[in-house]
């Protein structure tokens, strides 16, 4: 059974810096690609960064940029995000998705998502 596990939202002052963790479990964590999505209130799910399976190449979205940095540790099976200088606008529930380098198989996971709320 597959699981992913993220941790590490909260409630921050604008400015202040977050790690999120996805602890993942079940799967074959170095065959995956790892990615950060969020989700604002009334607004649809966008991806945030992502990491290859080896952790060579990352990505980043453009609003993100110098700000939040993807990382993973596939001996510990784990997938994190350094959330740095966050905004108001940074608020919104973060998921950890993992999908199979073998594009053609469509396998991926989500975890349950946990909530970052910048505010003052």
């Known amino acids: 059974q597959v699981q992913l596990v993220e941790s590490g939202g909260g409630l921050v002052q604008p400015g202040g810096s977050l790690r999120l963790s996805c602890a993942a479990s079940?799967?074959?964590?170095?065959?995956?690609?790892m990615s950060w999505y969020r989700q604002a209130p009334g607004k649809g799910r966008e991806r945030v960064a992502l990491?290859?399976?080896?952790?060579?190449?990352?990505n980043v979205i453009d609003p993100v940029k110098g700000r939040f940095t993807i990382s993973r540790d596939n001996a510990k099976q784990m997938v994190f995000l350094q959330m740095n200088n966050l905004k108001p606008e940074d608020t919104a529930v973060y998921y950890c998705?993992?999908?199979?380098?073998?594009?053609?198989?469509?396998?991926?996971?989500w975890g349950n998502g946990t909530l970052v709320t910048v505010s003052s």
């Open positions: 079940g799967l074959t964590f170095s065959s995956y690609v």
């Open positions: 990491i290859s399976n080896t952790g060579g190449v990352t």
């Open positions: 998705k993992a999908t199979s380098v073998d594009v053609s198989s469509g396998i991926g996971y």
